[in-house]
Nanobody, 130 residues
Framework: QAQLVESGGGLVQAGDSLRLSCTAS??????????MGWFRQASGKEREFVAA????????YYADAAKGRFTISRDNAKNTVYLQMNSLKPEDTAVYYC?????????????????????WGQGTQVTVSS
């Protein structure tokens, strides 16, 4: 059974950094067969795209809100994807979810589309105080 487990969330102050991790297990193929994405959902809002990374890790995709502050990376040997978040703002407060997609598409539209993803984690809370 496929499982994605996020970790690394917490309560921080504006300007601080956090690194989220997402470890996959039970996938039907090796983790390098999946594009990975990070999404977030703030209270009372729709879930939105944050960042994604291609199967090989050579292409990254970012929402405008994440560009220049967040960095997505992956270690396929560890079946883990990371989201390094710097210069955090109160508006970054949300539950952050990682997701896996077996599609080979490399378009931004596909990678940013939550309905494209096959597996989801339970989420980790990130709270940024002002």
């Amino acid at each position: 059974q496929a499982q994605l487990v996020e970790s690394g969330g917490g309560l921080v102050q504006a300007g601080d950094s956090l690194r989220l991790s997402c470890t996959a297990s039970g996938l039907t193929s090796t983790s390098s067969s999946y594009a990975m994405g990070w999404f977030r959902q703030a209270s009372g809002k729709e879930r939105e795209f944050v960042a994604a990374i291609s199967r090989s890790g050579d292409t990254a995709y970012y929402a405008d809100a994440a560009k220049g502050r967040f960095t997505i990376s992956r270690d396929n040997a560890k079946n883990t994807v990371y989201l390094q978040m710097n210069s955090l703002k109160p508006e970054d407060t949300a539950v952050y979810y990682c997701a896996a997609d077996q599609s080979s598409s490399t378009t931004y539209y596909t990678r940013a589309n939550q309905y494209q993803y096959d597996y989801w984690g339970q989420g980790t809370q990130v709270t940024v105080s002002s």
